[in-house]
């Protein structure tokens, strides 16, 4: 049986977004999916959060062992990390499951991640691509089940401060590749397909002027 304590609320300071699924859940390991979100600080700016995190860790192992149990230590949603520039980094990871059972009615409670944007202004439908500045609200809760103790990182909601667009920094897109925009040939959007007819016969004279009356041409 896993038993959890009521949580404390905690804002992030701001850190770069890691594979954000906001605007629908991950489904990648199970049909209903969660909604999730990586957070990326600096050792730096990420160090008090992540002291007070294994700090409330601690406090539910010594609350365990007050009552003549010896639980083992959970592995924490927290990766030390070295980003591209070599800077020591923490990635804190937040999940949100899109519906629970109400203790109280018994029902099935249906939820999703709260965003807004610089200005305080709810955004529906993000899509925050890896690289935004975000800074994220949740509640730490402790808990104690078989397995051991550990603090779940309930996701509630995110600010998002700075947008990257999604695959703007995947190595697969235009920009990922080494291009930039340029003046020149605008496509209308609709990706060329090769033909699986002989090329045509060229026209001349006579015959090139028919064909185009016919299909009004105005050259």
Same mark, same amino acid.
Do not use: W
């Given at each position: 049986?896993?038993?959890?304590?009521?949580?404390?609320?905690?804002?992030?300071?701001?850190?770069?977004?890691?594979?954000?699924?906001?605007?629908?859940?991950?489904?990648?390991?199970?049909?209903?999916?969660?909604?999730?979100?990586?957070?990326?600080?600096?050792?730096?700016?990420?160090?008090?959060?992540?002291?007070?995190?294994?700090?409330?860790?601690? =406090? #539910?192992?010594?609350?365990?062992?007050?009552? !003549?149990?010896?639980?083992? $230590?959970? &592995?924490?949603?927290?990766? *030390?990390?070295?980003?591209?520039?070599?800077?020591?980094?923490?990635?804190?990871?937040?999940?949100?499951?899109?519906?629970?059972?109400?203790?109280?009615?018994?029902?099935?409670?249906?939820?999703?991640?709260?965003?807004?944007?610089?200005?305080?202004?709810?955004?529906?439908?993000?899509?925050?691509?890896?690289?935004?500045?975000?800074?994220?609200?949740?509640?730490? =809760? #402790?808990?104690?089940?078989?397995?051991?103790? !550990?603090?779940?990182?309930? $996701?509630? &909601?995110?600010?998002?401060? *700075?947008?990257?667009?999604?695959?703007?920094?995947?190595?697969?897109?235009?920009?990922?590749?080494?291009?930039?925009?340029?003046?020149?040939?605008?496509?209308?959007?609709?990706?060329?397909?090769?033909?699986?007819?002989?090329?045509?016969?060229?026209?001349?004279?006579?015959?090139?002027?028919?064909?185009?009356?016919?299909?009004?041409?105005?050259?």
């Amino acid at each position: 049986m896993t038993t959890i304590q009521k949580g404390i609320r905690i804002t992030t300071p701001q850190g770069a977004a890691r594979f954000a699924y906001l605007d629908k859940p991950d489904t990648k390991f199970s049909e209903e999916g969660v909604y999730t979100i990586q957070l990326r600080l600096t050792k730096e700016n990420g160090q008090a959060l992540r002291d007070q995190l294994y700090q409330l860790q601690q =406090d #539910k192992l010594k609350e365990e062992q007050a009552t !003549g149990k010896n639980p083992t $230590l959970m &592995a924490m949603p927290i990766k *030390d990390v070295i980003d591209d520039d070599g800077v020591e980094c923490y990635d804190f990871r937040f999940k949100m499951k899109p519906s629970y059972t109400s203790r109280k009615t018994k029902e099935k409670v249906h939820q999703s991640p709260k965003v807004f944007d610089a200005s305080l202004q709810p955004m529906s439908g993000a899509m925050i691509g890896n690289g935004s500045q975000v800074k994220v609200n949740f509640v730490a =809760d #402790k808990y104690a089940c078989p397995m051991g103790v !550990g603090v779940a990182m309930r $996701l509630n &909601a995110v600010q998002v401060i *700075d947008l990257v667009s999604v695959g703007s920094g995947d190595v697969d897109s235009p920009e990922g590749l080494g291009f930039a925009a340029e003046e020149g040939f605008v496509s209308d959007g609709v990706p060329q397909q090769a033909s699986e007819e002989e090329p045509a016969t060229a026209t001349t004279g006579t015959e090139a002027s028919e064909e185009g009356a016919a299909l009004g041409s105005d050259f």
